[in-house]
């Protein structure tokens, strides 16, 4: 079973009630990216799928990236096609990784073969850096400053 | 010995709790860029009954939103920054062409679909069987899909 903890709450993957929030992502290869995000992050490959249309599931922390080809469109979205990013300099969505020690995870990362786009730097409210994932796709890796609470 | 070790592991998955920002190790939020952060929050408030934690500032600090197990973070669009030199932020140009998206895997889809919509989410389409799946897509303000799918009975992972 796949499940994780968030405040009081457990998640599973798929639910029994309620619902999950995953991060889907296409892919040019499948298998390449389970591994790269399993090796760089931890992370736990679940299925590798196939090539019937069953996607790759991989649980991140406390969520679940979900990888798989383009194509489409599909019945259920007949306007929709899926691509790697055509441009990866121009982004609008991403995956966050919010970390506690944004030096230590550069360090263990790049030595897993991450490629930063720069060391990390100061913004405001956090310190942040970049990684490009094998399909182009930028990842923020961020840590917030010292007394910075949400909610 | 390995079922100790298994059960012990088992635990351990347990006991790890995860919060924003994290205490230790890391915690992963999605990020997309808004042409209006409060309309984007009113939104995902709204339909979903996410927790918004914080409403973002003109200085740069985003809008922050707890949706069930991840946090989703909205901001307007710009750069480059000097982190990443060479990537611009914009709300999708074209909505029609998508790499990734968030993916709200689902117990029931049919009561979903009725109760999103009835709180004013846009579908594209009814829920319609697909592999393995159910499965139907939400617009959101800024024109990003969010996939609302149901495993098929029987699917488990891991």
């Not at chain 2, 339909?47 to 740069?60: C, T």
């Not at chain 2, 009835?118 to 024109?143: H, L, V």
Request: glycine share 10%; hydrophobic share 35%; charged share 20%.
């Amino acid at each position: 079973m796949s499940q994780v903890q968030v405040g009081r709450k457990t998640y599973q993957m798929p639910p029994p009630d309620g619902f999950a929030v995953a991060h889907f992502i296409t892919v040019t290869d499948v298998e390449r990216s389970a591994r790269f995000y399993e090796k760089i992050f931890g992370g736990r490959i679940l299925t590798m799928g196939n090539s019937e249309g069953a996607p790759g599931f991989i649980q991140i922390a406390n969520t679940w990236l979900i990888v798989y080809f383009g194509g489409g469109p599909t019945p259920d979205k007949p306007m929709v096609t899926l691509s790697v990013p055509a441009d990866p300099d121009s982004v609008s969505s991403f995956m966050n990784i919010r970390v506690a020690d944004i030096h230590a995870c550069y360090e263990l990362w790049r030595s897993r073969g991450a490629e930063f786009l720069t060391e990390p730097k100061d913004k405001y409210g956090e310190t942040r850096c970049y990684i490009r994932d094998p399909d182009g796709y930028i990842i923020e890796v961020g840590q917030s400053k010292p007394a910075f609470a949400y909610g | 010995m390995s079922e100790l070790k298994s059960a012990t592991d088992q635990a351990q998955v347990e006991q790890k709790i995860y919060q924003m920002p994290p205490k230790d190790g890391i915690t992963i939020a999605h990020f997309i860029t808004v042409a209006d952060v409060a309309r984007s929050l009113r939104f995902y408030e709204t339909v979903f009954g996410g927790r918004v934690e914080s409403r973002g500032d003109s200085k740069g600090a985003p809008g922050y939103i707890q949706i069930a197990n991840t946090w989703l973070i909205v901001n307007v669009g710009g750069g480059p920054t000097p982190d990443k030199p060479t990537v611009t932020l914009s709300v999708p140009p074209d909505p029609d062409k998508v790499s990734s998206f968030m993916n709200f895997r689902v117990a029931d889809i049919q009561a979903c679909y009725k109760l999103w919509r009835s709180r004013g989410a846009e579908f594209i389409t009814e829920p319609k069987p697909k592999y393995g799946e159910t499965r139907c897509y939400i617009r959101d303000p800024d024109g990003y899909i969010i996939e609302v799918g149901q495993s098929n009975p029987g699917v488990t992972y891991g």
